[in-house]
């Protein structure tokens, strides 16, 4: 009985043993891969020529100042794209102006599907042409910025995109960021609401809160221009063991627009909160 218990003990140890050396082995690895970022992208979208065009735009601020969206701007400063980014004091707080004086949509054909078709060879050895039913099928694209040249195809306007990202020196607070992390400004009315993406059931849900904001927005352009905005900003937090980990909160705000505009135009906001895996 005695020998047996030993050996009990002994199997106990090392099992005791290979747990504590796997969990500093994780450990190790979790503080060596760790690292914290913000990112904060603008995207706009339009089908049409913009002139002496100026925004102001939700901007991540924390204790009254922004080092995401200064990041963003000096990011832009190196930039020779005609665009002029800078902070600004509005009587809505500080936010991210974007200015140009002429801005052009880059225009693109959308990628199209190659048919099979039968090849003739002539007598000196160069491509025939298809057969008549063999034609070209165009993918079919958003509504958002198609337009249609003077062949009857379909285009599209490519987007314009801002992207910044800022690493963090500490750990961000991804579950509770309200009060404790930036976040964009102006946000007004605060409604709770629902994560409605599917997640684990041994896991709680994401925090998701709806808000009202605003954008100011001034350009000339024609009757039928259609542009849209996108404000995303995150807050991040990643690390490896054996695969990638991670947890965030995110915000987006959106803003569509017709014809020419001059004002401030009030918009909605999404902040979700505590996504992702926690140790």
């Given at each position: 009985m005695g020998k047996l218990m030993k050996i009990s003990v002994a199997v106990l140890f090392f099992i005791f043993l290979g747990a504590a050396l796997l969990h500093y082995h994780t450990d190790q690895l979790y503080h060596q891969n760790f690292k914290s970022i913000y990112e904060y992208d603008i995207t706009l979208d339009t089908n049409s020529e913009l002139k002496n065009v100026t925004f102001y735009l939700p901007l991540p601020v924390y204790e009254n100042k922004s080092a995401s969206g200064n990041e963003l701007v000096s990011r832009y400063l190196q930039e020779e794209d005609g665009w002029n980014l800078s902070l600004v004091d509005t009587e809505n707080g500080k936010m991210l102006a974007l200015r140009a004086d002429r801005f052009v949509p880059e225009i693109r054909s959308p990628p199209v599907a190659i048919s099979d078709t039968s090849e003739e060879i002539n007598g000196t050895g160069s491509v025939g042409?298809?057969?008549?039913?063999?034609?070209?099928?165009?993918?079919?694209?958003?509504?958002?910025?198609?337009?249609?040249?003077?062949?009857?195809?379909?285009?599209?306007?490519?987007?314009?995109?801002?992207?910044?990202?800022?690493?963090?020196?500490?750990?961000?607070?991804?579950?509770?960021?309200?009060?404790?992390?930036?976040?964009?400004?102006?946000?007004?009315?605060?409604?709770?609401?629902?994560?409605?993406?599917?997640y684990s059931e041994n896991k709680e849900p994401p925090t998701v809160y709806n808000y009202d904001s605003l954008i100011y927005s001034d350009y000339e352009a024609s009757p039928e221009a259609q542009v849209s905005l996108i404000v995303h900003f995150s807050g991040r937090n990643e690390w490896w063991i054996y695969g990638w980990n991670w947890n965030q909160y995110y915000e987006y705000i959106y803003a569509d627009f017709s014809g020419p505009q001059q004002g401030w135009m009030p918009i909605k906001g999404k902040i979700t909160m505590g996504d992702g895996n926690y140790r």
């Amino acid at each position: 009985m005695g020998k047996l218990m030993k050996i009990s003990v002994a199997v106990l140890f090392f099992i005791f043993l290979g747990a504590a050396l796997l969990h500093y082995h994780t450990d190790q690895l979790y503080h060596q891969n760790f690292k914290s970022i913000y990112e904060y992208d603008i995207t706009l979208d339009t089908n049409s020529e913009l002139k002496n065009v100026t925004f102001y735009l939700p901007l991540p601020v924390y204790e009254n100042k922004s080092a995401s969206g200064n990041e963003l701007v000096s990011r832009y400063l190196q930039e020779e794209d005609g665009w002029n980014l800078s902070l600004v004091d509005t009587e809505n707080g500080k936010m991210l102006a974007l200015r140009a004086d002429r801005f052009v949509p880059e225009i693109r054909s959308p990628p199209v599907a190659i048919s099979d078709t039968s090849e003739e060879i002539n007598g000196t050895g160069s491509v025939g042409n298809p057969e008549p039913d063999d034609e070209i099928q165009e993918e079919e694209m958003p509504e958002t910025g198609n337009q249609v040249n003077s062949s009857g195809n379909i285009q599209f306007a490519m987007p314009l995109e801002f992207r910044g990202e800022l690493a963090s020196d500490s750990e961000i607070n991804t579950k509770f960021p309200l009060g404790n992390e930036p976040l964009l400004n102006p946000a007004y009315n605060l409604t709770l609401s629902t994560y409605d993406l599917p997640y684990s059931e041994n896991k709680e849900p994401p925090t998701v809160y709806n808000y009202d904001s605003l954008i100011y927005s001034d350009y000339e352009a024609s009757p039928e221009a259609q542009v849209s905005l996108i404000v995303h900003f995150s807050g991040r937090n990643e690390w490896w063991i054996y695969g990638w980990n991670w947890n965030q909160y995110y915000e987006y705000i959106y803003a569509d627009f017709s014809g020419p505009q001059q004002g401030w135009m009030p918009i909605k906001g999404k902040i979700t909160m505590g996504d992702g895996n926690y140790r």
